[in-house]
Nanobody, 125 residues
Framework: VQLQAFGGGLVQAGGSLRLSCTASGRTFSRFTMGWFRQAPGKEREFVAAFRSGDSNNFANFAKGRFTFSRDIAKNVVYLQMNNLRPEDTAVYYC????????????????????WGQGTQVTVSS
């Protein structure tokens, strides 16, 4: 089973990107998919979590700008990022667990079983 993240790139401030994350070799019926990011010299931080059949969770900096969508047929979850800022520049990672995490656990990197390779997002000012 592999988790793959796509969609990063270079965009100007105010622009948008759509990240995607897919698990090859496995379909999750109940799951939590988390997105994290890590900027150079900084700790990895929680961005957002998609919880199947439940509400989604967003870090404060992502609220109102980032949203989720899902293509069940393609086994893909998308993270739409709008109104991007230079401080959003980082490597973005998706992670998944075959459990529906409770809200207080979605930001815990240790709660996820499988991680993708990361995709670079660069926002220029």
């Amino acid at each position: 089973v592999q988790l793959q993240a796509f969609g990063g790139g270079l965009v100007q401030a105010g622009g948008s990107l759509r990240l995607s994350c897919t698990a090859s070799g496995r379909t999750f019926s109940r799951f939590t998919m988390g997105w994290f990011r890590q900027a150079p010299g900084k700790e990895r931080e929680f961005v957002a979590a998609f919880r199947s059949g439940d509400s989604n969770n967003f870090a404060n900096f992502a609220k109102g700008r980032f949203t989720f969508s899902r293509d069940i047929a393609k086994n893909v979850v998308y993270l739409q990022m709008n109104n991007l800022r230079p401080e959003d520049t980082a490597v973005y990672y998706c992670a998944v667990t075959g459990r529906r995490l409770i809200t207080s656990s979605v930001c815990d990197t240790g709660a996820y079983d499988l991680w993708g390779q990361g995709t670079q997002v660069t926002v220029s000012s």
